[in-house]
């Protein structure tokens, strides 16, 4: 059997929102909010002429206040036949929301994105990749068939645990006895799981922020190109099927020197027989209609 290979792109359009929603709910700062018009603006530019140029078509997780913002921006990518899918309202964190919030949320980024489509968006990943132990259910509740978020695998598809029987709630004024018990057993839910990966993501090593320890700025390019690569090399080596989703932002990746990592790499999976460029919801499509395999999550202890 030869290799077949599904690679993408998932371009999370944070613009603005990104740098107005902070955990701490201190005012924006301007420069930071210039860097997401950028993002939203030059950068997003330049990565429609990319995907032009490669012939490709690519997911785009789009917070609904950027829809709002910078209309004629987005319908270039939404004219241009590429996937549009949720990435919350203004880039909330959702681990810090209560269950209503999220609910106002997932609705009217939804209604936004529904309008501005033409349709019904099919995936969710969270901002900042920070989810609650309600996301599932609540994705499955709101129709929405695929995230990308978790980290359970990080090359094949599944479906994922519905998540409230995975957390152990800990609390230093209790009893310890109370949280010394083990998890329960996973449970599957209708949301298939397109896998998160923080070392295919641009963010941490290319953008600088000095609010952000876990950011850095100054890495170079081939540094991480390499890392990139030696993922890719190690999964087609190891499997005769596998997901390559690679997560980016306009406004890292609309940078000259991360763009021209992005054509090299291209150029280099390219090289590898059974590859194929897909968006994120093809990929969840083959999976759901059992032409591209996947595994089980499994994990736990029935008590």
């Not at 030059?42 to 078509?57: A, M, N, P, S, T």
């Not at 799981?193 to 850095?216: G, Y």
């Amino acid at each position: 059997m030869g290799k077949r290979v599904l690679v993408g792109y998932g371009i999370d359009v944070d613009a603005v929102s990104g740098w107005l929603n902070t955990r701490t709910g201190a005012r924006a700062n301007p420069t930071d909010v210039s860097r997401g018009i950028f993002g939203a603006t030059v950068g997003i530019d330049r990565l429609l002429k990319l995907w032009e140029k490669f012939g490709i078509k690519t997911t785009w997780f789009v917070p609904a206040h950027s829809i709002e913002s910078f209309p004629e921006q987005l319908a270039k990518v939404r004219d241009a036949g590429h996937e549009i899918g949720l990435h919350g309202y203004t880039h909330e964190f959702v681990g810090t929301l209560t269950e209503k919030q999220q609910r106002d949320i997932l609705t009217k980024s939804i209604d936004i994105l529904t309008k501005f489509t033409g349709k019904k968006p099919k995936g969710w990943t969270a901002p900042a990749w920070d989810t609650s132990k309600k996301t599932i259910k609540l994705l499955e509740e709101f129709g929405i068939e695929y995230d990308h978020s978790f980290m359970h695998h990080d090359s094949q598809m599944y479906y994922a645990p519905s998540g409230s029987e995975s957390w152990v709630e800990t609390n230093v004024e209790k009893e310890a006895s109370t949280w010394m018990t083990p998890m329960t057993a996973l449970k599957p839910s209708s949301i298939v799981e397109v896998p998160a990966n923080w070392h295919l993501d641009d963010w941490p090593p290319f953008q600088l922020s000095l609010k952000q320890a876990s950011t850095h700025g100054y890495v170079d390019t081939r540094v991480v190109e390499q890392l990139w690569k030696d993922q890719f090399d190690y999964l087609y080596r190891e499997y005769d099927s596998f997901i390559f989703p690679m997560s980016i932002h306009p406004q890292v990746s609309g940078k000259p020197q991360v763009k021209l990592m992005h054509e090299r790499l291209f150029e280099y999976i390219n090289n590898h027989e059974g590859v194929e460029w897909v968006t994120m919801e093809e990929m969840v499509h083959e999976f759901k209609a059992g032409t591209f395999g996947g595994i089980e999550v499994k994990g736990g202890a029935d008590v």
